[in-house]
């Protein structure tokens, strides 16, 4: 049986772990990742820009990224917008391209990253669970408005425990990839 307030929390579960992934692909992980500088804004003729769309990014190596500008004038902003990020990385500017050497992540800092990203995931599982709560109240409203019997909102408590259960799962595969990823890097 499918109800809507099923289907609401399946929706706003899986956006609570695509936000998720989202801010654990911002994350630095020792390895070149050109999701890093998606939060980059370039002053670009007045504006501020997105760095992606007024150069391209490659990985050259695992550690590199190389980013090409399309318009060579703008690689003295593209370096400036890079400095003053929050990302800790220092551009490497020849005249033609800029590389962004991502250094080797001690075992401290790793340790640091994987908290990080073990908070980032607390933060997922707390949203899903909100929209559990609130799937529940939704079926106890139904109940009330006598629009389903109490039979019907038990069996559809527990298909909405069963989606929560799937969708914490699921964040924390997200994460357990992650912190692999950070602990191998």
Same mark, same amino acid.
């Given at each position: 049986m499918t109800n809507k307030a099923i289907s609401k929390a399946k929706e706003n579960m899986t956006k609570s772990i695509d936000v998720l992934k989202r801010e654990l692909s911002n994350i630095r992980a020792g390895k070149a990742n050109? !999701?890093? &500088?998606? #939060?980059?804004?370039?002053? %670009? %003729?007045? !504006?501020?820009? @997105?760095? #992606?769309?007024?150069? !391209?990014? #490659?990985? @050259?190596?695992?550690?590199? &990224? &190389?980013?090409? @500008? %399309?318009?060579k004038s703008s690689l003295d902003d593209i370096e400036h917008a890079i400095n003053s990020s929050d990302l800790g990385l220092n551009p490497a500017n020849d005249g033609n391209v800029i590389r962004l050497v991502i250094p080797q992540l001690t075992g401290e800092r790793r340790k640091e990253i994987a908290k990080q990203v073990g908070k980032e995931a607390e933060g997922g599982r707390i949203a899903v669970r909100n929209v559990r709560r609130e799937a529940m109240d939704d079926l106890k409203k139904q109940l009330k408005a006598n629009d389903i019997t109490e039979d019907e909102q038990r069996k559809l408590e527990k298909d909405v425990q069963k989606v929560t259960d799937d969708a914490i799962a699921s964040i924390d595969q997200v994460a357990a990839d992650k912190e692999k990823e950070i602990t191998e890097g």
């Open positions: 050109a !999701s890093i &500088l998606n #939060n980059v804004k370039v002053v %670009y %003729y007045g !504006s501020e820009v @997105p760095l #992606n769309q007024v150069a !391209s990014i #490659n990985i @050259p190596e695992a550690r590199v &990224l &190389l980013i090409t @500008p %399309y318009d």
